[in-house]
């Protein structure tokens, strides 16, 4: 008898959480997708790429004179005394380490300030996602790139874009 009681009892609360649980809305979006499309993403790539392709050019200008430093260099070995020679080709190492670095603070700060960029972004795009979140009832947004296959209706990353364009303008990197 209490067997019977224990399982109506188990039936009726999974039919009762089965039921609570479909209830939940759940939404995805793709975030890479809105950070690439969104009018202030776009404005803050054209930065980062304009400063990478600053950086690539200042490398390949450098480059091209530490060759032609090479090259003379070469080209003087016999006329020059041994130790000349040395103390010239240490001078050009070393300025060819001290750019290295140089290069290699400016990729460091470009990083930072890519990390700098997304993270804002995320904070933007949560207030947002939790704006949208409550006026659609929705109980979960998910990453779309976690989701191995979902319906297209739960994908909400085109009115979540509209949003994100009419609320900012502009991402800004403090």
Do not use: C, H, P, W
Not at 54 to 83: F, G, R
Not at 143 to 172: P, Y
């Amino acid at each position: 008898m209490i067997k019977n009681i224990l399982t109506i009892i188990f039936f009726f609360n999974l039919f009762v959480l089965s039921n609570t649980y479909s209830q939940e809305k759940i939404a995805f979006i793709d975030i890479n997708y809105i950070f690439n499309n969104s009018d202030a993403g776009k404005k803050i790539n054209k930065e980062i790429n304009k400063k990478n392709k600053k950086i690539n050019s200042e490398l390949i200008e450098y480059q091209k004179k530490i060759d032609t430093k090479k090259k003379t260099l070469l080209t003087q070995k016999n006329v020059l005394s041994e130790e000349e020679y040395k103390k010239k080709f240490v001078e050009l190492e070393k300025n060819l380490n001290e750019y290295n670095s140089i290069i290699k603070k400016k990729n460091k700060d470009l990083n930072n300030f890519k990390t700098k960029v997304r993270i804002e972004f995320s904070k933007d795009l949560n207030k947002i996602l939790e704006d949208y979140s409550k006026k659609n009832s929705i109980s979960m947004i998910l990453k779309k790139e976690n989701i191995l296959i979902g319906k297209t209706d739960l994908d909400a990353t085109r009115e979540v874009l509209n949003l994100f364009n009419d609320n900012i303008k502009k991402i800004t990197v403090k």
